[in-house]
């Protein structure tokens, strides 16, 4: 049974901890090849398990170790059926990775939740197009019945929430949370935003917040920026709006670079973790509600312990 399905933790205060960029971890760090940028495919290779069940270890440990909380997302980000087709997966493979994820996430919860270290279980869906570029935009409806075939998945896999990562227009994270609503699944919305503050697609985070909840009746349980630098959004973010105590987590990247900078890149831009740890700080002296922190493109286990350390100090 989903433990925490029905009373989220993170939604008490408490820090809670997410990992870093999988990615780009696992790419540059590892040398696994992710075509599509695909952590999922790792789960039909030899040893592909094993490489995820270490990465995601790694953080169970820093929450341990600092006795904070925990948000594991599931390596399925591009499990969803259009990409999955691109590498080649039957919706019977595709409805079989997606369970195998979350069944590796249960494993370790198994053994590594302990003392004040509660650990969330998140099934993680991403965009239906690029995260940086989107272009054949969806209606509300289409993305409600695309997004349904994974919000499905996790209901069954047992996770306790989903979590859209990478949102890049209002229409698709509208569609997303009526489907994992559907489902009976808590959701996380979680948007990206160019280096000038706003969705790709040109609305602010205040735009796009207020229009999933209302369209979506406030079906998220809370929002979310990843994908971008402090230094990109942090002006998109001022203090004392009601709006912005919607956004309890962040999964900002290591880089300064915009979108576009990054998608030519061929090296990895790993940033100062001790100075992305400061703007998180920073952020959180103006946000009431933040309290879910990891990382995203470049960001791994250097980042969050230095995130940690830099909150639990403060």
Known sequence: MARYRHNLPQLGGDLFLADGGIETTLIFLEGHELPHFAAFD?????GGRTALEK?????????????????LESATW??????????????????????????????????????????????CIGPRGDGYRPEALMSEAEAEDY?????????????????AITMTYPAE??????????????????FTTET????????????????????????????????????????????????VERIRGLRANASTRSHAELDEATDLDDGDPV???????????????????????????????AICRTWLAA
């Open 173 to 190: 994270a509208i569609g997303l949370a009526r489907a994992a609503r559907a489902a009976g699944m808590p959701v996380v919305i979680s």
């Open 55 to 71: 990465y995601f270890r790694t953080y169970a440990r820093i929450a341990t170790q600092h006795g904070v909380g925990l948000v």
């Open 147 to 163: 997004h349904a075939v994974q919000a499905g998945l996790f209901r069954d896999a047992e996770a306790d929430l989903v979590t």
């Open 196 to 243: 000038d503050g706003r969705l790709p697609t040109g609305e602010t985070l205040r735009e796009a917040v207020e229009r999933v909840d209302e369209a979506t009746g406030g079906a998220p349980a809370y929002y979310m920026v990843n994908c971008a630098h402090p230094t990109h959004f942090a002006g998109a973010l001022p203090g004392g709006e009601a709006w």
């Open 78 to 123: 591009r499990a969803s059926p259009d990409w999955a087709a691109k590498l080649g997966y039957t919706p019977t493979d595709l409805a079989d990775a997606n369970l195998a994820a979350l069944d590796l996430l249960h494993a370790i919860r198994q053994d590594c939740e302990r003392g004040p270290t509660r650990i969330v279980l998140s099934g």
């Open 275 to 305: 100075q992305l740890a400061r703007e998180y700080r920073a952020l959180g002296d103006r946000l009431p509600s933040l309290n879910v922190l990891g990382g995203c493109c470049g960001t791994d286990h250097r980042h969050i312990e």
């Open 42 to 46: 790792l789960l039909r290779r030899p």
